[in-house]
């Protein structure tokens, strides 16, 4: 069985202390090597679900206006979100066929090149949709985004959450590179937490996780014991890999877009989070059949954490502002 019964249960207020070994200088390294890594100049935008065939999805990326769609083959399609005849806002157009029409003087875009409307490179990876901004990214592109490894669709059962927060993305990033924090922050989600592996500051590759023991609580004292490793595959995502213990192979993938342009007074950051739960147990095939049930279950957990989370990168960003951060 999965569950564990905690008989040594601890307050708390009563729990070990971890803020010495959260060292600010460890957190600091692991967002240098993330940030030193390439991104393609990609960025993820929305929730595969939420780009759809029958009306556009707006959204901003680095101060860049946007519109998504489905065109008349399902491909999902981004392009500058200003109609280039007046400049229309083009999220508040119609789909109709595939085909963006435009609801002021009915322009209509579909998907190509048009009167100096062009569209951007798109990757959906059946989860989440990325858009390449090269001039937003100031990076070598790349063709596709280092997207991280999941289970395949019919084994799994994911859902994405978004949130928007006052801050940079390295603030979310970071927040996500202290593990050290969740059993004090989070105490009706983790208890027992124990950092196991702390890379060197010179560390590369394999050897660059964080790698945590940690129990997930359900009631009470009743828990759900698991190994995590903590990775950044690029300069803005943040993977969380469960690698022994009940759901092994389940991530949960964590990716911070600016919504404003750099050096912005109050810069707003994106959070969107896919939660790919995996199971080999023969029960949760009924998981998979109930999916749809489960998707604003596991949304609303990872709003609860992030309410917390978000304030952590808030507060964070807020200090470095005021040139008052310690770390």
Same mark, same amino acid.
């Given at each position: 069985?999965p569950l564990?019964?905690?008989?040594?249960?601890?307050?708390?207020?009563?729990?070990?202390p971890?803020?010495?070994?959260?060292? $600010?200088?460890?957190?600091?390294?692991?967002?240098?090597?993330?940030?030193?890594?390439?991104?393609?100049?990609?960025?993820?935008?929305?929730?595969?679900?939420?780009v759809?065939?029958?009306r556009?999805?707006?959204?901003?990326?680095?101060?860049?206006?946007?519109?998504?769609w489905?065109d008349?083959?399902g491909?999902?399609?981004? %392009?500058? #979100?200003?109609?280039? @005849?007046?400049?229309?806002?083009?999220?508040?157009?119609?789909?109709?066929? #595939?085909t963006?029409?435009? @609801?002021?003087h009915?322009?209509?875009?579909?998907?190509?090149?048009?009167?100096?409307?062009?569209?951007? *490179?798109?990757?959906?990876d059946?989860?989440?949709?990325?858009?390449?901004?090269? =001039?937003?990214?100031?990076e070598?592109?790349?063709?596709?985004?280092?997207?991280?490894?999941?289970?395949t %669709?019919?084994?799994?059962?994911?859902?994405?959450?978004? %949130?928007?927060?006052?801050c940079e $993305?390295?603030?979310?990033?970071?927040?996500?590179?202290?593990?050290?924090h969740?059993?004090?922050?989070?105490?009706?989600?983790?208890?027992?937490?124990?950092?196991l592996k702390?890379?060197?500051?010179?560390?590369? /590759?394999d050897?660059?996780?964080?790698?945590?023991?940690?129990?997930?609580?359900?009631a009470g004292?009743?828990?759900?014991?698991?190994?995590? =490793?903590?990775?950044a595959?690029?300069?803005?995502?943040v993977?969380?890999?469960i690698?022994?213990?009940?759901g092994?192979?389940?991530?949960?993938?964590? @990716?911070a877009?600016p919504?404003?342009?750099? /050096?912005?007074?109050? *810069? &707003?950051?994106a959070?969107?989070?896919?939660?790919?739960?995996?199971?080999?147990?023969r /029960?949760?095939?009924?998981?998979?059949?109930?999916? *749809?049930?489960?998707?604003?279950l596991?949304r609303?957990a990872?709003?609860?954490?992030?309410r917390?989370?978000l304030?952590?990168?808030? &507060?964070?960003?807020?200090?470095?502002?005021?040139?008052?951060?310690? /770390?």
């Amino acid at each position: 069985m999965p569950l564990r019964w905690r008989r040594e249960a601890v307050a708390w207020d009563r729990q070990r202390p971890t803020w010495r070994e959260a060292r $600010p200088a460890s957190i600091a390294a692991a967002l240098r090597r993330a940030q030193a890594r390439p991104s393609g100049n990609w960025f993820v935008v929305a929730d595969s679900r939420d780009v759809r065939p029958d009306r556009p999805l707006g959204r901003s990326v680095a101060g860049v206006e946007l519109v998504l769609w489905r065109d008349a083959d399902g491909t999902a399609v981004a %392009g500058p #979100g200003a109609c280039p @005849h007046l400049g229309a806002p083009l999220k508040d157009a119609v789909v109709r066929c #595939g085909t963006l029409i435009c @609801h002021w003087h009915g322009m209509r875009l579909d998907g190509r090149s048009a009167a100096g409307w062009q569209p951007w *490179p798109v990757h959906d990876d059946g989860l989440l949709v990325w858009v390449r901004l090269d =001039a937003a990214g100031g990076e070598t592109p790349t063709e596709r985004p280092v997207v991280p490894l999941r289970g395949t %669709g019919g084994e799994t059962v994911s859902a994405v959450w978004t %949130g928007f927060g006052v801050c940079e $993305p390295e603030d979310v990033v970071a927040n996500r590179l202290d593990p050290w924090h969740g059993a004090w922050l989070h105490p009706y989600s983790f208890v027992d937490l124990k950092v196991l592996k702390v890379p060197s500051d010179a560390a590369v /590759g394999d050897d660059d996780a964080l790698v945590v023991d940690v129990a997930f609580k359900l009631a009470g004292r009743a828990v759900v014991p698991v190994r995590a =490793a903590f990775t950044a595959p690029d300069p803005r995502t943040v993977v969380m890999r469960i690698e022994e213990g009940e759901g092994a192979g389940s991530v949960v993938e964590t @990716h911070a877009t600016p919504l404003t342009a750099p /050096g912005a007074d109050a *810069p &707003r950051t994106a959070v969107v989070e896919a939660v790919v739960a995996a199971s080999d147990r023969r /029960g949760f095939a009924a998981a998979r059949a109930t999916s *749809p049930l489960l998707r604003p279950l596991i949304r609303a957990a990872a709003g609860r954490l992030w309410r917390d989370d978000l304030a952590y990168a808030e &507060r964070r960003w807020s200090l470095r502002r005021q040139g008052r951060f310690p /770390g």
